[in-house]
């Protein structure tokens, strides 16, 4: 297995149950003692070589130490101080209780935190911290890796400079690209890659040796390559290989070159590498307390799809951020047009087609996850079970950080979202 | 050439002109377009593979971005406010001259500047910033490798544990590290580390295929190595394998190894890495704009010899520091006495048999360059032109980062030192 391959995983893949492997409990990489020592264990050690770094329970470690293990790019906070969360903890939500779905037993808030091996969890309500907790090798100065809520990030930025006029989303791909202009992203418009609604000969499938992901990892891996190694080398190469199987437009389809594609757009389209478009619109402008931080490719390509590390708690700024249309602190920072595009969602019926059983009714904009519930949440989603969910109506924002034995959602969104939902009733209950 | 090798360089070596190269002016990598471009063309693509990143012009570019080349790890400010530096700004200092040692005619401050392929230069005398200026790949918001003065943060870290206590400079390195009992180190003090008296078998001429440095070098490179690779993997591993050439104690012997020796020893007295020793000691106590990094071996090994990478001004904040012996704000974050021991200097009469022709009366004491001047001026010491210049007297720091054609810093003294004194001058006859 090679770097930075999991990242990638689609949700529908690996539907696997989490009880083979050791509980989140026993898998804590702090006892485990993952690197620790001078030197560590052999046994102890994690790198990135062979991609066992990606395996779980060495994963728990890894997740909050990319940094250590291979190229990144900075995303830089600025040099200010840091805006001050307010806190206003709530020590009911731990026994708050819920119905995980297809079980037959309710459990309890906390619960679900271990089920879920959660590494930190924040709850936002009305711009307060209401929760807040770390797990394992987390902690409040240290960033996580979030695998594809990279998307979003990315979706966001793109959004951002649509309502800005400065990318046009009814333009082919290949008007900002020309390099893609053979590739299947060529004819496709800006919208139908930030949608993901593109006709893409692509897949994320693992268990298949043939599937396109596996090139597209290798490409991006920035490790020196094989001496026989033939095949694109960087983000960007792998792209302009990628064919077309159907017509663009009609379904969406979960797969993450859309999203570096669209990092490659928004750069061109600015002149800006995504870290620095993060760093100047967003990071840099809502009082982070830490820099974050891109993975990136042998050419120091940032992996749009999924290499983005970040702090829990900047994370749920961004979320605030969103909550609230894109001001912070009473200032305009974002177009809340670009909020209200992700708002509006995506088409049900192309999403219906993707066959995502959990997610029965939702759509996809921007590159989030729209839940068209009646709070109209919408959500960021990578593997392993990272999560921003934002709900407009419950004021509420929850980021968890996790490191799941199985990168596939759909082992916790049974234990999450409806621990969501009635977070937000609890929420909205309250005085 | 392979990975994070050139950071070793001694200050004896490389005695070569600047002349057969660009100027510092046409060198600016990013007037040359270093990674630049979505992709950069390929004649101007630098990474770590094949060492050429290490290369000048290209250097230029990789010492404001090392992260993005290799593994790191952060050495966190913590998540406090910056402590801002007060701003007296002299214009006056440009234009001020002095005489290059071995020239003929005068030059001014600011030409000084570019005769030394600058990236970022701080002064701060009695506590306020009278000068800064950034050129290059170099900005506010970004970091430099500080190449060996590394070892003067490895050895300050071990001043400081010998003043709290908790690291006996008289016991034998093998009382710490017993890997290291049959090493060249074993029956070696922490005092002879600290000074680098210890009689080692191990050369850092670059010109020789043999020397040791190349072994070094090998074992530290986080890349996978080659398949007929049989040396040691990591830092710690090649240290096991340094032998005696001589008796401990007699002579100075200016040998990265040592910084890397004690980087262990302190990591075992206390049960810390160097980043996080670091941290918790120094960056996050002074109110740092920005984290720093380390590049680490393939096990998570800091490079405690020439791995560092950090902010100008948080460069300025640490000397400031040193100069305040060990109070920042009034409070006492460091030990007095670990400053006083540096300042005391080490022995010239070891010093003198090293052969530094240009650092004539100059000694040595936890891994600072002691100028032994009238005004007791001590020195942090980096290849490329790296300084941290510490003028009690005057109370001045001056931090330069830099990126010469040349490693060696005899290339860049001329230019500097009697710079620095005609600078401490001045500053010491303004009201």
Do not use: C
């Amino acid at each position: 297995m090679v770097l930075s391959v999991i990242s990638f995983v689609s949700v529908t893949l690996f539907a696997q149950s989490n009880k083979s492997f050791l509980s989140a409990k026993d898998s804590d990489p702090v006892k485990m003692g993952w690197m620790q020592g001078f030197p560590p264990p052999k046994d102890k050690i994690v790198n990135a070589e062979d991609g066992s770094f990606f395996n779980f329970p060495a994963l728990r470690w890894s997740v909050a130490n990319m940094r250590q293990l291979m190229p990144t790019v900075e995303v830089s906070r600025g040099l200010k101080a840091p805006s001050p969360l307010p806190y206003q903890l709530d020590p009911n939500i731990d026994t708050l209780q819920f119905l995980p779905w297809g079980q037959k037993n309710r459990m309890t808030w906390e619960a679900s935190l271990w089920e879920n091996y959660t590494d930190g969890i924040i709850i936002l309500h009305k711009g307060q911290v209401v929760y807040e907790r770390y797990f394992g090798a987390l902690n409040e100065d240290k960033v996580h890796a979030v695998m594809s809520l990279t998307k979003s990030f990315t979706g966001t930025l793109a959004a951002i400079l649509v309502a800005e006029g400065v990318l046009d989303e009814n333009k082919l791909v290949s008007f900002y690209v020309p390099e893609l202009k053979n590739s299947a992203f060529g004819d496709a418009t800006v919208r139908q890659v930030m949608d993901m609604t593109t006709a893409l000969q692509y897949s994320e499938e693992y268990a298949n040796p043939q599937s396109e992901i596996w090139a597209f990892s290798a490409a991006g891996n920035p490790l020196p390559k094989p001496k026989d190694y033939k095949g694109p080398v960087g983000y960007y190469a792998y792209l302009e290989t990628v064919k077309r199987d159907g017509e663009h437009g009609r379904s969406f389809g979960y797969k993450t070159v859309n999203a570096d594609a669209l990092g490659w757009i928004i750069s061109k389209a600015t002149g800006k590498s995504v870290p620095t478009l993060l760093s100047e619109k967003i990071w840099s402008k809502i009082g982070m307390e830490q820099s974050a931080y891109y993975q990136v490719d042998a050419l120091g390509t940032a992996f749009a799809g999924g290499g983005f590390n970040a702090g829990l708690r900047d994370l749920a700024r961004f979320g605030e951020l969103i909550l609230n249309k894109g001001k912070w602190n009473g200032r305009q920072i974002i177009p809340a047009a670009a909020i209200a595009d992700i708002e509006k969602g995506g088409s049900k019926e192309a999403f219906a087609k993707s066959g995502h059983p959990l997610l029965k009714g939702w759509s996809y904009r921007d590159m989030w996850w729209i839940t068209e519930n009646k709070h109209g949440a919408f959500t960021a989603r990578g593997v392993y079970g990272q999560t921003i969910y934002i709900d407009p109506v419950a004021e509420m924002v929850i980021v968890r950080l996790a490191s799941q034995p199985v990168a596939d959602n759909s082992n916790n969104d049974p234990w999450s979202l409806p621990a969501y939902s009635a977070l937000a009733n609890y929420l909205m209950s309250k005085k």
